[in-house]
């Protein structure tokens, strides 16, 4: 059953342990704050090597490292976009990044993956349109895929806990 394998859960992506956790970064994929920043400080320096080898990303795509000292062997990196007026293409673009993100996990033979709320920090997207974005590219992907035996929907915070719980269940029908 897909929604059992569909989990909200509160806490810092950082400390999952699972096959991937999916950064949220920037088109140069060089570091920044928030959860960019907690995955590069957790997992050392060498994820800023391998990352400058990589050349960057566009918005709405995704690229793959190894975790190092991350509980993860390896991480995700899709760039989110930029929350302007919800008329620049914010939510397709949003949609893509967590359908790459599981096609580049679907290569890698990844069973296991934890996403933080792309876009709802820095970037400004609202919330409660991105976790229904987020719950709605989960059931897709899982409706077709028998690989993965777990994807975490990470929330920092209690309130945005709350959030991925009701777009669980607005969704549902
Ligand atoms: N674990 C889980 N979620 C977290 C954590 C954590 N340790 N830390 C923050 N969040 P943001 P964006 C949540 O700003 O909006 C960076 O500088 C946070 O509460 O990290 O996609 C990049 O380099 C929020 O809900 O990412 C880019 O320049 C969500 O993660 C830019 O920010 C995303 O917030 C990307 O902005």
Redesign the pocket.
């Known amino acids: 059953m897909q929604e059992d394998r569909i989990e909200i859960v509160e806490?810092?992506?950082?400390r999952q342990a699972v096959d991937a956790i999916v950064n949220?970064?920037?088109t140069t994929l060089l570091?920044?704050?928030?959860?960019?920043?907690?995955?590069h400080r957790a997992a050392g320096p060498e994820l800023l090597e391998e990352c400058r080898g990589i050349g960057g990303c566009p918005t709405g795509q995704a690229r793959i490292t190894k975790g190092y000292r991350l509980p993860a062997k390896w991480v995700i990196h899709t760039v989110?976009p930029v929350w302007r007026d919800g008329n620049h293409h914010e939510e397709v673009l949003l949609s893509s990044c967590y359908q790459s993100c599981f096609a580049v996990a679907e290569e890698h033979g990844i069973r296991s993956i934890a996403f933080?709320?792309?876009?709802?920090?820095?970037?400004?997207?609202p919330?409660e349109r991105a976790a229904r974005i987020a719950v709605r590219e989960t059931r897709a992907f899982l409706e077709n895929d028998k690989q993965f035996e777990k994807v975490l929907l990470?929330?920092?915070?209690r309130g945005?806990w709350e959030i991925h719980r009701n777009a669980m269940s607005e969704n549902k029908g």
């Open positions: 806490g810092d992506i950082t949220a970064a920037n570091g920044g704050g928030g959860v960019d920043g907690a995955i989110g933080p709320s792309i876009s709802t920090g820095a970037y400004g997207f919330m990470v929330c920092f915070g945005a």
